[in-house]
């Protein structure tokens, strides 16, 4: 697996501790159509992106080894609350690690929780190490990217998702 996310190299170079990554998200250059994202869910039912075109999907890229990840996940609980009843979905993507350390750590999140056992769908999206999340607008195109842990129920967080809800 260390050898699919670049190495010890890029591992060092990831963000190590706490949420001061930063408060908002950047916005992709050029908007490009999302990479196809297909994973099985805990069940081993296959979850597929593009089922959820027409809604704004965050997609978020994590691990439960990852400090930032851990501290960020209670954020994405509250903002799929925040955001309940809107054309908004979450799809948490879990890489490398098997069903049971995910859910002894997260629980049942209100969410799909998605797993890249082989990190082979990180590899095809603009991952920059974990946690990244991307903002996916109605058409299915990248619009948003976070490096970095997040509060991602931030007001300039949910401002930017509700903008890409009325586009």
Same mark, same amino acid.
């Given at each position: 697996?260390?050898?699919? %996310?670049?190495?010890?190299?890029?591992?060092?170079?990831?963000? =190590?501790?706490?949420?001061?990554?930063?408060?908002?998200?950047?916005?992709?250059?050029?908007?490009?159509?999302?990479?196809? #994202?297909?994973?099985?869910?805990?069940?081993?039912?296959?979850?597929? %992106?593009?089922?959820?075109?027409?809604?704004?999907? #965050?997609?978020?890229?994590?691990?439960?080894?990852?400090?930032?990840? =851990?501290?960020?996940?209670?954020? #994405?609980?509250?903002?799929?609350?925040? %955001?309940?009843?809107?054309?908004?979905?979450?799809?948490?993507?879990?890489?490398?690690? &098997?069903?049971?350390?995910?859910? *002894?750590?997260?629980?049942?999140?209100?969410?799909?929780? %998605?797993?890249?056992? &082989?990190?082979?769908?990180?590899?095809?999206?603009?991952?920059?190490?974990?946690?990244?999340?991307?903002?996916? *607008?109605?058409?299915? =195109?990248?619009?948003?990217?976070?490096?970095?842990?997040?509060?991602?129920?931030?007001? *300039?967080?949910?401002?930017?998702? =509700?903008?890409?809800?009325?586009?």
């Amino acid at each position: 697996m260390l050898a699919a %996310l670049g190495g010890l190299a890029a591992l060092a170079a990831w963000p =190590r501790f706490g949420l001061a990554q930063g408060r908002g998200m950047s916005a992709v250059a050029g908007s490009p159509p999302a990479p196809p #994202l297909r994973l099985p869910d805990a069940d081993g039912k296959p979850v597929d %992106l593009a089922a959820y075109r027409g809604k704004v999907v #965050l997609v978020n890229f994590w691990a439960t080894w990852c400090p930032p990840c =851990r501290q960020e996940l209670p954020s #994405l609980s509250r903002l799929k609350k925040k %955001l309940s009843g809107e054309a908004f979905e979450i799809l948490s993507v879990n890489i490398g690690e &098997d069903v049971d350390t995910v859910f *002894d750590f997260a629980g049942n999140p209100a969410y799909p929780m %998605l797993f890249d056992h &082989d990190s082979t769908a990180m590899a095809t999206w603009p991952v920059k190490g974990v946690p990244t999340t991307l903002l996916v *607008d109605r058409q299915g =195109r990248l619009a948003y990217r976070a490096v970095g842990g997040r509060e991602f129920d931030d007001a *300039d967080v949910v401002g930017l998702i =509700r903008q890409l809800l009325k586009a």
